[in-house]
């Protein structure tokens, strides 16, 4: 029996930064939706069956998209095994509830969490992360920051002080996918939940309960999508591909 892949899709996000309109994950990107262009990605993947694992994605997303994303699943990726689950009210809470779909899987098979919001990775990316997982218990995709770094203190009247510029070659920027071993993300969430504990990426739980974390190599397009300025640069990266599509409504 091969080892098994889970791709954990957290697609519940409010998006408040997007502003009104469509969710952010429906905005089109040059003739796509942003979840699909994630999903496609993903799948290139899966459907290559990349070191000989058998794929499936958890899609976490919300009441008002879960019909919408079945049908859009059935209709582009009827190949490909898809388990769907509703969000919580944060981040931890949705990879968790997404977690908690997973029955069926060894103490050694691999928990791959990517955003939804991050339509633009690429499948360098995402087989580099599973392969860091043959050497390494926590891999994440990252790159290197680019511009100076200032550490600051705010005053109580809001005034920002700057304290000190470290050095930026000891940062990264850290992305998504993000890669565990199904037991290790599978005890982090739990010790996250039982203890109450938030946090905006899964590789910080990770060190906060002890797991050393390695980072594999990541693109600066591999961006969030976030606000509106965000889907014009997303844009623009997918004409340079050659992947723009008819526009449609």
Not at 81 to 110: C, H, W, Y
């Given at each position: 029996m091969n080892r098994k892949c889970y791709f954990l899709i957290p697609a519940a996000g409010s998006g408040t930064r997007m502003g009104a309109g469509q969710p952010k994950l429906m905005r089109n990107v040059e003739g796509r939706p942003v979840i699909l262009r994630t999903l496609t990605a993903?799948?290139?993947?899966?459907?290559?069956?990349?070191?000989?694992?058998?794929?499936?994605?958890?899609?976490?997303?919300?009441?008002?998209?879960?019909?919408?994303?079945?049908?859009?699943?059935?209709?582009?990726?009827?190949?490909?095994?898809?388990?769907?689950?509703?969000?919580?009210?944060?981040?931890?809470?949705?990879?968790?509830?997404?977690?908690?779909?997973?029955?069926?899987?060894?103490?050694?098979?691999?928990?791959?969490?990517?955003?939804?919001?991050?339509?633009?990775?690429?499948?360098?990316?995402?087989?580099?992360?599973?392969?860091?997982?043959?050497?390494?218990?926590?891999?994440?995709?990252?790159?290197?920051?680019?511009?100076?770094?200032?550490?600051?203190?705010?005053?109580?009247?809001?005034?920002?002080?700057?304290?000190?510029?470290?050095d930026r070659t000891r940062f990264y920027e850290i992305l998504t996918p993000q890669g565990f071993k199904f037991k290790d993300i599978e005890i982090c969430y739990m010790r996250a939940m039982d203890e109450g504990v938030t946090a905006t990426d899964d590789t910080a739980l990770a060190t906060q309960y002890g797991l050393d974390v390695y980072l594999t190599k990541g693109m600066y397009s591999n961006l969030k999508i976030t606000t509106p300025e965000d889907i014009a640069f997303a844009s623009e990266i997918v004409r340079s591909r050659g992947e723009s599509e008819p526009f449609t409504d």
């Open positions: 993903i799948a290139n993947v899966c459907r290559n069956n990349y070191a000989g694992f058998d794929y499936k994605i958890i899609l976490v997303t919300t009441n008002d998209l879960i019909d919408t994303l079945k049908a859009m699943c059935s209709e582009y990726f009827p190949d490909i095994p898809f388990i769907f689950t509703l969000g919580g009210n944060t981040r931890t809470e949705s990879v968790s509830k997404g977690l908690n779909m997973i029955n069926d899987a060894q103490d050694d098979d691999l928990v791959l969490v990517h955003d939804g919001a991050r339509c633009l990775v690429t499948t360098e990316e995402i087989t580099a992360c599973i392969d860091g997982l043959s050497s390494h218990t926590v891999c994440a995709s990252a790159v290197p920051v680019k511009n100076t770094l200032k550490e600051v203190e705010i005053s109580s009247s809001g005034e920002v002080k700057v304290t000190d510029t470290p």
